[in-house]
């Protein structure tokens, strides 16, 4: 059994990389997974301010928000899903925002790293190429490598232009399939 931490960063709670993100998490629990789920948009973060005073109060950031919802999503789990619709070639800003928090956590640098190995990366984007996904694949790569995880699967959709266009694809039973075979 493992347990996993779904970050997702899409502001459209049935946009089409929630469905991604529903459908991994349905299907990890199917498997008698544990799953921490959180959403980006929903959780009152601020913005790191580069202060280098995290861990200070006891607490990740000394920031009045809810960065301690991320402590436990990092510690006590395995593996993280980064889920994020493509905004502008990488993330989205809400997502941006929550990557900025898990500075506490990076193991190179921090007295209380996270533990997490494995990661996946789940995202949609409106154009067709491939390489619209460069930038965004280049900072998960370097995040991977920063924070000592693997990365397990990337699962890229293109062509994704309106709400619910994932539901004509295969890739829902694909992120389904993801979350059961781990
Ligand atoms: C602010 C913003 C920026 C976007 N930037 C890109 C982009 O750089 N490349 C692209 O192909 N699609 C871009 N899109 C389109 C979304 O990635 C696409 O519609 C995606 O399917 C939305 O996912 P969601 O349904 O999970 O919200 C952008 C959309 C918005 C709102």
Known sequence: MKKFFVLSGSPRPKGNSNQLADQFIKGAKDAGHEVISINAYQINLKPCLGCNACWSKGKPCILDDDNELLKEAMFDTD?????????????????????????????????????????????????????????????????????????????????????????????LEEAYQLGYNL
């Open 79 to 171: 593996v993280i899903v980064l889920v994020s619709p493509l905004y502008w070639f990488g993330f989205s800003g809400q997502m941006k925002l929550v990557i900025d928090k898990l500075y506490p956590f990076i193991p190179k640098i921090s007295p209380q790293p996270s533990q997490i190995k494995e990661s996946y990366l789940i995202s949609c984007c409106f154009n067709a190429h491939e390489s619209e996904y460069d930038s965004l694949r280049n900072v998960y790569h370097q995040m991977n490598e920063y924070m000592g995880w693997t990365s397990k699967k990337e699962l890229l959709v293109n062509n994704m232009v309106s709400f619910g266009d994932i539901n004509k694809t295969k890739y």
